[in-house]
């Protein structure tokens, strides 16, 4: 399943990449890309488990970014 979010203060584009790279290794993850000019939001995961997924994206975009909100 693919999905495409509005991300509501990612302050810079170094923040989106460690985003990605951190959300890319999850488990289930097959596709992941964060715009930082677009503040944009794509992701690939496995269908069954999708809003696993996400519950751990939001845990790890929180770490690395703390104001950054995924709208949902």
């Given at each position: 399943?693919?999905?495409v979010?509005?991300?509501?203060?990612?302050?810079?584009?170094?923040?989106?990449?460690?985003?990605e790279?951190?959300?890319?290794?999850?488990d289930?993850?097959?596709?992941?890309s964060?715009?930082?000019?677009a503040?944009?939001?794509?992701?690939e995961?496995?269908?069954?488990?999708?809003?696993?997924i996400?519950?751990?994206?939001?845990?790890?975009?929180?770490?690395?970014?703390?104001?950054?909100?995924?709208?949902?």
């Open positions: 399943m693919k999905k979010y509005r991300l509501e203060d990612l302050d810079c584009a170094n923040c989106a990449a460690k985003m790279r951190s959300v890319a290794k999850i289930g993850v097959q596709n992941v964060i715009s930082f000019m503040q944009r939001m794509a992701i995961a496995d269908e069954d488990r999708f809003e696993e996400m519950d751990e994206v939001v845990k790890k975009c929180k770490k690395v970014e703390p104001d950054c909100r995924i709208i949902r």
